[in-house]
């Protein structure tokens, strides 16, 4: 493992730290065709940090697209991004 990485998997694997978690794309992006960008900008306004999606339809996992990337997100799909514990 890299140094610079150490402090991230450290959280990961903290009994209180971020943990993955899977957003629905409809509640962060319009359904249309949008740079992966836009998806992380979203995510991030939300407090998580996307590095992937998966689409409903097919089940298929896109895991660290290019941000130039285009992707057409649509209800049913998956964002998927490190981010806080969600609190029950």
Known sequence: MKA????????LF???GSVVVLL???RLVPARALPFAAVVAAASAQG???????VNATGAVVMNPSKSSTV??????QVIAI????SH
């Open 48 to 54: 998580a940090s996307a590095f992937g999606y998966r």
């Open 72 to 77: 057409t997100l649509v209800p049913g799909d």
């Open 14 to 16: 903290d009994a209180d």
């Open 83 to 86: 981010g806080a514990r969600p």
């Open 4 to 11: 610079r990485s150490a402090p991230l998997f450290e959280d």
């Open 24 to 26: 629905p794309a409809d």
